[in-house]
């Protein structure tokens, strides 16, 4: 089993940062891989981010590419989020999977946090 506890989201203007993080517990640090994942109100869940487990390799989603940053230390995962967008606003959730997995599909994600709400006015 693995567990994630989410922090870091709230309301930010647009243009500005915020920094989610993602504590995970129960397994190996390094076996577990996370992807992050948002939802819109109306909207399907969408991939935004992963890192596999040992850090070596991320993915983004095209319309975050150069604003946001995933990494890990200390058994914490971090999305750092700049230049933050109106459309950028929804509930983001932190997701882990200790198998082989297609970073983008949320499918393959076994663990999933409660989620946290970034609101991003304009």
């Known amino acids: 089993q693995v567990q994630l506890v989410e922090s870091g989201g709230g309301l930010v203007q647009a243009g500005g940062s915020l920094r989610l993080s993602c504590a995970a517990s129960?397994?190996?640090?390094?076996?577990?891989?996370i992807g992050w994942f948002r939802q819109a109100p109306g909207n399907e869940r969408e991939f935004v981010a992963a890192?596999?487990?040992?850090?070596?390799i991320t993915f983004y989603e095209d319309s975050v590419k150069g604003r946001f940053t995933i990494s890990r230390d200390n058994a914490k995962n971090n999305l750092q989020m700049n230049s933050l967008k109106s459309e950028d606003t929804a509930v983001y959730y932190c997701?882990?999977?200790?198998?082989?997995?297609?970073?983008?599909?949320?499918?393959?994600?076994?663990?999933w946090g409660q989620g946290t709400q970034v609101t991003v006015s304009s």
């Open positions: 890192i596999t487990g040992d850090g070596g």
């Open positions: 997701a882990a999977t200790t198998d082989a997995f297609n970073p983008r599909q949320a499918n393959t994600y076994t663990y």
């Open positions: 129960g397994r190996t640090f390094s076996a577990i891989h």
